[in-house]
Nanobody, 121 residues
Framework: QVQLVESGGGLVQAGGSLRLSCAAS????????MGWYRQAPGKQRELVAT???????NYADSVKGRFTISRDNAKNTVYLQMNSLKPEDTAVYYC???????????????WGQGTLVTVSS
């Protein structure tokens, strides 16, 4: 059983910063990509940032220049540094990973439970 555990959400004033962390645990042979998505009240879940192993990072236009995704592959952990936060960044942030459990396993997807980020004006 592979799980993602997120941490780092909370309440922050507009213009402030937060750092989210997400650690993958369980039987993992390799991780193809890890990323962050968010879902605001009444809206669909949307991509925030993704990081492919050995590849480039990909960001939503709304967070470019403010958010930075990074990974510690040795720890199967992904981070999201969020700066210059805006009230419209308020959402539940979900961690996502695409991984292989064994060498010959198909690629599977797993989601974290979500962490709430609230930005006050």
């Amino acid at each position: 059983q592979v799980q993602l555990v997120e941490s780092g959400g909370g309440l922050v004033q507009a213009g402030g910063s937060l750092r989210l962390s997400c650690a993958a645990s369980g039987s993992i042979f390799s991780i193809n990509a890890m990323g962050w998505y968010r879902q605001a009240p009444g809206k669909q879940r949307e991509l925030v940032a993704t990081s492919a192993t050995g590849g480039n990072a990909n960001y939503a236009d709304s967070v470019k220049g403010r958010f930075t995704i990074s990974r510690d592959n040795a720890k199967n952990t992904v981070y999201l540094q969020m700066n210059s936060l805006k009230p419209e960044d308020t959402a539940v942030y979900y961690c996502n990973a695409n991984f292989r459990q064994y060498y010959i396993s198909p690629v599977r997807e797993v989601w974290g439970q979500g962490t709430l980020v609230t930005v006050s004006s």
